[in-house]
Structure formats: C-alpha cells, structure tokens
C-alpha cells in the first residue's frame, strides 16, 4: 500500500493558495520545534468572510498538502469555521496521513487559527466580541 493517498500527493505537487497576501488582515506563523518546519498563514477578511488565504510552507510534503487543503477549506468561508477547522478534518480531507506525519495537518490547524487570532487581535477583538 502506498504510504501518501493520491490527494496527498496532488496537494503536494500542485498545491493551492500558494503564496502570500501583503495586506493581509491577518497572519499566522507557527512552527514544529521537532522537525523544524514553519508555515505561514495569511488571511484577507471582509465581513468576516475570508476573501483570501494563502500559504508560505518551509517544510515536508505532507505539510505542503495539508497547508494546500486547509487553505482551500477555509477560503469564502467564515471566521468561525475557520477558527474551528481540526486537523483530523483537514487529514481526513486529504483520505489520510500516515501516523507519524499527522503533526503536519496540526501545523495547518495552528496555523490557521493563529490567523484568525492575530485578525482578531488586531480588530482589538477576542472570540468574536469587541473588547472594551
Ligand atoms: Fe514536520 Fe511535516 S515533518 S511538519
């Protein structure tokens, strides 16, 4: 069996949303201390809709493609479901990962939501309220 489903591989190859948003709304960085890869998010928001994703991934393919799927599961869609977007549904997206790269769909997952968390921190809002 092989170990990458064919989604994997197509992720990886020909991944989407590559790239970055120079005035992005907001932008997530995270990385994996164990294997040292990073990932990138970069979010363009309108009524709490995101516009626009993209991805900067310095890392293994399967971070590739779970940053490629991720992207492409969040984008027209709003802040909340993006903020709720696991990493099983993004490996699940990809028809799986093999169990010693599931951390690279939770690097999707980080990513993402360090986003839409750095929007809100810049909107000086938390969880969807207006702080005051
Ligand atoms: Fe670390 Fe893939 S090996 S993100």
């Known amino acids: 069996m092989a170990l990458y489903s064919e989604k994997v591989m197509e992720h990886f190859r ?6 970055s948003i120079e005035d992005a709304d907001g932008i997530g960085e995270v990385g994996n201390a164990a294997c040292g890869d990073i990932m990138r998010v970069y979010l363009k928001i309108e009524d709490d809709i ?3 994703v993209k ?8 971070a590739i493609a779970s940053s490629s799927m991720a992207t492409q ?3 027209g869609k709003p802040l909340c479901e993006a903020e709720q977007l696991t990493n099983q549904a993004v490996a699940e997206a990809l028809d799986g990962l093999p169990a010693h790269k599931l ?3 939770v690097l999707a997952q980080e990513a993402v939501r360090a986003a839409v968390k750095d929007y ?7 969880d969807g309220k207006i702080q005051v």
């Open 14 to 19: 020909n991944p989407q949303n590559v790239g």
């Open 120 to 126: 809100y921190g810049k909107r000086g809002q938390k």
């Open 55 to 62: 991805f900067e991934t310095f890392g293994c393919g399967s």
């Open 73 to 75: 599961m969040i984008k």
């Open 103 to 105: 951390h690279c769909s």
């Open 50 to 52: 995101i516009s626009d």
